[in-house]
């Protein structure tokens, strides 16, 4: 509550979290077939949010069928034993909600927006195409060529839009990360129908699954529903494949080059392979991140963008994978002919980190910043439910974030050193993505 | 409601209360307007000036654009350097914007910190820097975002659209300009629009968020409310919209992936009373289950997706049907897409087919709550358009009100004749599929492309 009386408070005291979670409503359970459940009320908006999230993403993609787990995606909006395709499209359009889904390199997640009331409706819908979906040759082979022009739409349109992807290849060639979560339309078009229904009754299983439900409703009247619709799936018996986590490893390729078309600047793109941090390790570096990226105020900003001026834009991006992790800085150049420039500052910049402690005032602000983050990404019930859905998934507490604000708190900047000493020990691998007519 | 098996029928709805508004005028006419929530620490700021990118010189074009986003450098006898810094330290979030029809600055911030970043912010809009160096920064970083819309099949689109609709309205001009206006602008000019157009008289402020009325109005007294308007106000009424004839253009785009394909028109005001007749034909035509998805992805596998949109300005604002396909399948995409825009008059929609597409709307207008600063836009553009603050509580009720016959009838009279046709592409795929269904296709090469001669 602003209170426009008295001095502002330091952020530092805030205890900012607990009013992340503006109701106290909460459940956290597991049902007998391994379904883990969490809900919370939330009145803010009329509306639930809903999420399902399985715990298989691009990384589990099967043998030479890159794409197929968000391929597959699509097709759990083709219907089911008990329902024609597009119901969740009719269920929740038609009622004035949304829906979607996203496959990442671990996960993919499945959410609805309802009117609040639709709130059974939706757990219904969610029970069954996990418990019976149905696909057929038809909508297979339809649905497969929407999926190739989203590729065409999202990666070749797209300027840098093969970005993403060739830092994957580059770093990850020892890992199933290096195929990237939208595949190539070759793979796509060798996926048969047998494909999909391995892969459903392989990974989409209670025990392999997270239910989120936050927004307008009654804990106990939801925990019902949640009990009637989904606990009568079974835990099947069969073992669930897990590939390896890697050994940690230098990437092959230190240094490549990919002209692209319809691409009007240079981008410049660093990248540190991680190994899997721990929570406490993680929080650190997001600080680094920080202070390098986020920011006018930032260091690689600062040097690349505002004071050199060599860079339209630059960022930094600390992404942590189930088996690995990835830390970027990006810039996009004016000219390419400065590109000796950019690099000489990018590892100035990265030397200096590893060299001397942030100053206070720096990781002060770091802290703020990441705490205003924690509480703008809580801010609607629908992100929330995201977070929750992936942080149960993936650290095993639905409400890890919560410490996360501690951790920043607790940092020192000798840590910060530390952790940039560790993250930039080895060299990167780096990328330029040239324009094809490089006039500029 | 589908006759699903098994499956479970809504409970009634739940009853809500949408925050409701209040308003002050501050003694130097600055309009205030606050509505609370309190469930999550933010406080969200937006400050809108009637007069916008609309107002810019055509030889200044790009005028608006830089200077708002020159507000981001921080006020006069403060480097840049250290308003980032400082904004940085309170993890506020500020940023000016300009739009055809308002200049705006947007602050926010978590709500312990709010007053410490509203003093921060205020001097940068009250006495914007407007450095030279600064300037330079935002122009070439400006130059450079422009080359990579030009490279863009669905950006350029875009702003091929607004010209082909509007001509030598100030809509068709593109708001962050063109290279050679950019290039051309001065700190003399940015500074003129400052002086004239930042000013307090005929502002809008709207705070929501965790704060109460009171803090509010007190928080923009403090700020504004010693600030005096000077010099001489612009008060310039835009040309009026003239209907130009309908074209068919298409950029070629050789690299781009696939073609973006718009159809457009010139359509009615955001205060035309047929407005809200407006927004249930468009959401007719939109959303998966809308008409035109159904027709261009789910029946015939063109396109990812296609949707529809009327934007609401203070004058007619443009109506677009867009989606990206083939090269190769534009001929048969426009075709596809006039259909179903006719379809609404051929076709026109029935009381059954209404239900679902209202509460479409209304499902996003419940979902806007959910953002302080979704809330905050909704009471600007009411502002903006001279609207009272009450229709924010009909907003439901005007929906509702809307007749399958309004809407067929909406679509006769404001979407159906006079298309115009924009595509960026692959134009050797492209120009053999539309030449048997259009006459005169005009060509242009985005690779050359002189957005102010098409």
Known sequence: ?????????????????????????????????????????????????????????????????????HLFEHLMFKGTENTPAETIDRLTEDVGGFNNAYTTADLTMYYEVVPANYLEVMLWAEADRLASLRVDEQNFATEREVVIGEYDQRILAEPYGLLDELVERQVFSDHAYANGVIGDPDSLRAASLDDVLAFHRTYYRPDNAVLVVVGDLDVAQTNAWVDRYFQPIARPTHVLPRIAVPEYRLPDMLRMTHVGQNVPLLALNYAYRLPVFSDDEAALVDIVECVLGLGKSSRIFKALVHDAQVAAQAFTDGDFREHAGLFQIRAVLHDAAQLPQAEALVQGEIERICSENITMAELRRAQNQLASLLVRRSEGANDRSLAYAHDALLRNDPRAAQADARRYREATVADVRRMAERLFAEPPAILEYRPQNEEG | MLGLVGAPEPSAPRPFTPPRATERRLSNGLRVIVASRHEVPLVNAQLVFPLGAAHDPLALLGQSYLAMALLNY??????????????????????????????????????????????????????????????????????????????????????????????AHPYGQPIAGVPRTLENLTRADVQRLASIRLLPDGATMVLTGDVNAEAGFALAESAYGDWRGSGCREKSALVPVSLPSSRVVVVDLPDSGRSAVWLGRVTIERRHPRYFEGLVAMALLSGYSGRLNVAVRVKRGLSYGASAQLQARREPGPFSATTLVDHRKVGETVEVMREVIASLVTQPPTEAELVPRKAMLRGSFGRSLDSVAGL???????????????????????????????????????????????????????????????????????????????
């Not at chain 1, 992340?20 to 359970?29: E, G, K, L, Q």
């Not at chain 2, 836009?377 to 229709?391: G, K, R």
């Open chain 1, 1 to 69: 509550m602003l209170d426009t009386t008295g001095a502002p408070h330091s952020v530092l005291q805030l205890s900012g979290m607990q009013s992340t979670t503006p109701d106290t409503t909460w459940s956290d359970r597991t049902l007998e077939n391994g379904l883990r459940v969490v809900i919370q009320a939330d009145a803010t908006s009329p509306t639930v949010a809903v999420t399902v999230g399985y715990h298989v993403g691009g990384k589990d993609d099967p043998q030479g069928r890159s794409g197929f787990a």
């Open chain 2, 74 to 167: 921080g006020p006069l006898g403060r480097s840049s350097d250290q308003f980032a810094a400082d904004l940085d330290d309170l993890a506020g979030r500020f940023s000016g914007g300009a739009t055809y029809d308002a200049l705006s600055a947007g602050l926010s911030s978590l709500s312990e910190l709010f007053p410490q970043v509203l003093a921060l912010c205020n001097q940068a809009v009250r006495q914007p820097g407007l450095a030279q160096e600064d300037l330079d920064r935002v122009r070439a970083r400006t130059i450079s975002e422009l080359r990579v819309a030009y490279g863009s099949a669905n950006s350029l689109a875009r702003i091929v659209m607004a010209r082909v609709l509007y001509g």
């Open chain 2, 376 to 454: 905050g836009s909704s009471f600007a553009e009411l502002a903006l358009n001279d609207l009272p603050l009450s229709e924010y509580d009909e907003y439901l009720a005007r929906i509702d009100a809307v007749t399958p016959r309004a809407v067929a009838d909406f679509a006769r009279d404001f979407l159906i004749e006079g298309l115009s046709v924009v595509v960026v592409g692959d134009a050797q795929a492209i120009v053999p599929s539309l030449r048997g269904a259009f006459a005169g296709v005009e060509e242009y090469r985005a690779a050359d492309i002189d957005v102010l001669t098409i």
